[in-house]
Structures are given as structure tokens and as C-alpha cells.
């Protein structure tokens, strides 16, 4: 149990929030930096087309209630990891309010280097198909 910085530059973002999420369920305290460098594997054009029509979805009686689709980056990877969370428990609740995630490294956080995660195996350098970051998904979606 403890305190943890991940980066998420070049990650697969499915495969790093599965992670996260496990070790968010065992107590530690997640923060995840640079989250507009993650990667969603797969070609792009399926990638946006698939978020473009989640995003259209709508309740017919009363569209403010949602479902909200977030187009920040660090809120997009939130969201994905709070996907592999029993969110709806109070063990799910407390493991996500544990979760910190940031676009670039925040000068508050007075974190060094060394200190910083990463997970090598899930790179893109062993992924061997098409990809797209997470930055150019919003930046479809709406995002500026």
C-alpha cells in the first residue's frame, strides 16, 4: 500500500487502466501523468468512428441526465479505468477517489524522475498493429 506515479506515455490504454485498476483495489494511491500520450490500439478511422457513435447516444425522456462522454484527455482515461472498477460498491468508490490523473507532469506534484512508472511490456514498441494516441482521439471528438 503506498503511493505510486505511472506514466502512461506510449501505453495501450486498456491494458495500463487493468493495472491500475488492480492496484487501485489492493489500496495504493494511483497517479497517472502524461495521459494524453496513451494509446488506443487499432486502426484509427474504426477507433473514432466507434467513440463518435458512443458519444451520439442520448436518453430520449431526458437528455441532461446523461450518459456524459468526456473529451479531456486525463477525464477520458479516468473514465476507462473507473470501467474496470466495481464502481457502483463502496470498495469501488474508495479505490476510485485514490486515482489522480494529469496531462503532462504538474510542476505541484514535485515529483523526480526516478520515481516515475512505467510499464515497458505494454508499450508500442511490442504493439505490432495500427494505433492512435489518446490526444488525437479527443482532438476528433471535439476536444481543442
Sequence with gaps: MGKRVINAD???LGRMASLVAKMLLLGDKITVVNAEKAVISGRARYSIALYKRYSNIKTHTNPIQGPFFYRKPN???RRRIR????WKYPRGKQAYKNL???MGIPKAL???EASIETFPEFSTKELRGPFISISQLVGELGWE
Excluded: Q, S
Excluded at 470501467?83 to 466495481?86: C, H, I, R, T
Design 83 to 86: 470501467g474496470m472498477l466495481p
Design 75 to 77: 477525464l477520458f482515461v
Design 110 to 112: 514535485n515529483i523526480d
Design 10 to 12: 506510449g501505453i495501450v
Design 100 to 102: 489522480k490523473v494529469y
